[in-house]
């Protein structure tokens, strides 16, 4: 998609010399400041830490307006997807810019089972971790490793991607699941075909040789209803890595990896974890919701509510809405007391009527209600990540997809400013102090 036209510019005055920027708006009407000439039109860079105010690229698959709680997928309400879509039809919408038909969806479908299998030998991978091994790792890696045994994007990056991406989304809930069985010592359960993507998932988590599992249509809802609220949101932390690693001319597979990675943090999607731990020592602590909540506002304590905050939103997130009354719904429907849920929503209270958090506009984020429905579902907080990802992946591909599409894209290389040493006289070993 290439850059809109300017329609506007600014003027910014440097040294005595005017320069005139030009203003791209967006189809939104969001307004850029366009600087990419800057540094060879002035000698000067701009300094902007965390890219808080940075648009990396144009992007025409997701909307996010951080004032008003938007968020849209091509243009759909997230509202709107997560009521009526498949996670599937979602990925399909995220990978094309539209919706599929009928057809386009039993197509979508099939490659997904066909490739559903993961290669015996990469099986033999799981053996090789430590029992304890971090699950976010042993995704990164076996993804990673994909490009070994599937090599075909290498050839042709573009004409191959939808081939690639069925087989990425459909084996990494293959290789989530595996190795979850591996790590309790259970016998892996392989993909069917007579099940839907998340109903899959459930059976390859839950069944056992001596006790088949029944996938829960309730069940098999809310996990479709969570992976569409994950599936993509713009230029987030690991978008942006998988969109760093893949504009070197990066592979796929080590591109969605490097997201994986990144996702894995606890200021990121690592949150949904760190969630569960803050709201399980609360309740340790029998309550004592105050204690966390002066260390969250302590300037010497590192400490942060989990769940909490958003580099774009300014309001609620419109995912953790939806995530909520989710939430109330799974429990009250498979009659899961879960004495975590009234904790995390005291918090919340507490949070939204604190002077010192309203004034940072902190709100519930996506993760913050996210891991008490997969408790409910009996995903263990470990695998909550793995989750995220597996939900993430289809707007990590059409991101990939998308950049490489874009003439305009140029390899990600910030520029710093260097405040560092001046130039030093080098000091032989027998002089240094
Ligand atoms: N708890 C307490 N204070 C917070 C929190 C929080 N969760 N989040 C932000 N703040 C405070 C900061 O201390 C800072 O206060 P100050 O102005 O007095 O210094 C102010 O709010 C702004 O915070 P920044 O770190 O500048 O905001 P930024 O946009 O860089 O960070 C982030 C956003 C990382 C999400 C942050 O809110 C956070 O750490 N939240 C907790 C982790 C979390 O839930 N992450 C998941 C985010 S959603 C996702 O990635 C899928």
């Known amino acids: 998609m290439p850059t809109p036209p300017s329609t506007a510019s ?15 708006v967006g189809s939104e009407g969001e307004r850029s400041i366009d600087i990419r000439n800057l540094f060879n039109t002035t000698g000067y860079t701009v300094l902007d830490n965390g890219f808080k105010n ?8 997701t909307y996010v307006d951080g004032e008003r709680g938007v968020l849209r997928y091509c243009g759909y309400a997230i509202e709107d997807l997560a009521e009526h879509c498949s996670f599937v039809e979602v990925a399909y919408l995220l990978l094309h810019n ?33 029992a304890a091994a971090a699950p ?26 939808d081939t690639t991406a069925c087989r990425l989304i459909s084996k990494i809930r293959t290789i989530a699941a595996f190795s979850y069985k591996m790590s309790i010592g259970e016998p892996l359960v392989y993909p069917r075909h007579d099940l839907s993507y998340c109903g899959n998932f459930l059976n390859m988590m839950f069944d056992r040789p001596v006790r088949p599992y029944t996938v829960q249509p309730e069940m098999e809802r809310a996990l479709n209803k969570l992976l569409i609220l994950h599936a993509d949101h713009e230029q987030n932390c690991s978008t942006s890595a998988v969109r760093l690693v893949g504009s070197s ?8 990896s490097a997201g994986i990675n990144a996702l894995a943090g606890p200021l990121h999607g ?57 939430c109330d719904e799974i429990l009250r429907i498979l009659d ?38 997969y408790r409910a579902l009996g995903i263990p907080t470990t695998m909550f990540t793995v989750m995220f990802a597996l939900g993430r992946l289809p707007g990590w591909i059409a991101q990939w997809k ?16 260097y405040t560092g040493s001046p130039a030093r006289a080098f000091v032989p070993m027998e002089e240094r102090t």
């Open 249 to 256: 001319g990066g592979d796929l597979y080590s591109s969605i």
């Open 54 to 61: 940075s648009a990396a690229c144009t992007s025409t698959i």
């Open 10 to 24: 600014a003027q910014l005055i440097l040294d005595g010399t005017s320069y005139e920027l030009p203003i791209i």
């Open 98 to 130: 539209k919706l599929p038909n009928q057809q386009e969806l039993d197509d979508f479908y099939s490659l997904l089972g066909e490739f559903a299998l993961l290669h015996e030998d990469m099986i033999h991978f799981f053996d090789h971790f430590p």
């Open 336 to 373: 899961v007391q879960d004495p975590l849920l009234e904790i995390a929503k005291d918090l919340e209270e507490i949070v939204l009527n604190d002077e010192h958090f309203a004034r940072r506009n902190l709100y519930p984020n996506v993760d913050f209600y996210s891991g008490i429905i």
């Open 270 to 326: 690592g949150a949904n974890e760190a969630v569960i731990r803050m709201l399980e020592a609360i309740h340790a602590d029998n309550n004592d919701y105050m204690k966390y909540v002066n260390k969250a506002k302590d300037k010497n304590d590192p400490f942060r509510l989990s769940g909490f905050g958003h580099r774009i939103y300014r309001t609620y997130d419109p995912r953790g809405t939806i995530i909520r009354e989710t």
């Open 402 to 417: 998308e950049m490489h599409g874009d003439k305009e894209i140029k390899i990600y290389r910030p520029r710093q400013l």
């Open 136 to 161: 976010m790792s042993i995704l990164s890696v076996m993804v990673n490793s994909l490009v070994n045994f599937y090599p075909e994007m290498s050839d042709n990056p573009r004409e191959n991607l």
